[in-house]
């Protein structure tokens, strides 16, 4: 048990501060005094800092994803082999992961602001991680897309779906840049409006008119860099 509330400790160190200060700007000591335990202990734990961070997503992701698939499963189950609607099939990737960006208790709402920080300055590394850690998720919900909308391109919905990735870790991330520019006060802790807002926001944009494109300038967008 005090091996298990040790580790606990580091990863929740870890994680905070991972948030707050990015992830090259963050030292093992840092996180280790945080967490009150020596340095030791993160070696004995996971060997590494690089390891540290995929620790640090993978005990959030993994539950996070296993929620989504076990939803769409269900939908497509209850569909009985009928295309689902557009939003159904976003209310249950986006909707599970607002839920836990709305978890100020548990540290989801950490988390999912990590996942919102990450997503717009990736490393190299962290997008190798996550981009693996996803792909399964992200061929099922894609799957289920195109046969939601048949007139719609299966390349324009990864494009659409990697846009609202970058739609939903922006507003997970906080409103600071909203407030630079508008003098209106916002308020990003109301979990219910935040969510009904983006929900509009995102099922507008998956329904929106095909571009016109220019031959040649289509190309595949790289997915799995976020929640």
Do not use: C
């Not at 693996?132 to 324009?156: C, D, N, Q, T």
């Not at 289509?218 to 997915?223: E, G, S, V």
């Amino acid at each position: 048990m005090a091996e298990i509330d040790t580790r606990l400790r580091i990863l929740d160190a870890a994680e905070l501060l991972f948030t707050e200060q990015g992830f090259e700007a963050t030292t093992l000591r840092q996180i280790t005094g945080a967490a009150e335990v020596n340095l030791a202990a993160v070696n004995y734990h996971f060997g590494s800092k690089e390891e540290l961070i995929r620790e640090v997503f993978r005990r959030r992701l993994t539950w996070l994803n296993q929620q989504r698939l076990q939803e769409l499963d269900r939908l497509e189950t209850e569909a009985a082999g009928k295309p689902l609607k557009p939003s159904q099939i976003l209310e249950v990737f986006f909707g599970v992961a607002l839920k836990m960006a709305a978890d100020t208790k548990g540290g989801g709402r950490n988390f999912m602001r990590l996942l919102g920080h990450t997503y717009s300055k990736p490393s190299e590394f962290v997008r190798g991680f996550l981009a693996e850690e996803y792909a399964a998720v992200i061929a099922r919900f894609r799957s289920a897309l195109i046969k939601a909308l048949p007139g719609v391109p299966g390349e324009e919905i990864l494009w659409r779906f990697h846009f609202m990735l970058g739609a939903m870790s922006y507003a997970i991330s906080g409103t600071d840049a909203l407030h630079m520019v508008s003098e209106d006060a916002l308020d990003d802790g109301d979990a219910e409006a935040l969510y009904a807002r983006l929900m509009s926001f995102m099922i507008g944009g998956l329904r929106a008119p095909l571009p016109t494109l220019r031959t040649g300038s289509a190309k595949k967008p790289r997915i799995g860099k976020a929640a």
